[in-house]
Nanobody, 117 residues
């Protein structure tokens, strides 16, 4: 059974930091590009960050570049998103995803991130 389980979301003040984790199981993790997407109320779901299967390349949305860092540990089937200097506009549900050849195949249930004073 494939599972992507996100954790680490919560409430944080503007300027603060959070680290999201995604634990994967049920598929060959190291064969997949892993990504984080987010969706705020009333907005389209958007790609936040992605990392290639062996972690050699990363890609970020322009809105988070320089503030967020994606990483992965293929030995532990884990992908992380370190989020620094958070802004109210970062408030959203964050989803962990697994893709191959540009097709998003597996999605987690999401974790809420709220940035507010």
């Amino acid at each position: 059974q494939v599972q992507l389980v996100e954790s680490g979301g919560g409430l944080v003040q503007p300027g603060g930091s959070l680290r999201l984790s995604c634990a994967a199981s049920g598929f060959t993790f190291s064969n997949y590009v892993m990504s984080w997407h987010r969706q705020a109320p009333g907005n389209e779901r958007e790609l936040v960050a992605a990392i290639t299967s062996v972690g050699g390349s990363t890609n970020y949305a322009s809105s988070v570049k320089g503030r967020f860092t994606i990483s992965r540990d293929n030995a532990k089937n884990l992908v992380l998103l370190q989020m620094n200097t958070l802004r109210p506009e970062d408030t959203a549900v964050y989803y962990c995803t697994a893709s191959r050849r540009g097709v998003y195949i597996y999605w987690g249930q999401g974790t809420q991130v709220t940035v507010s004073s």
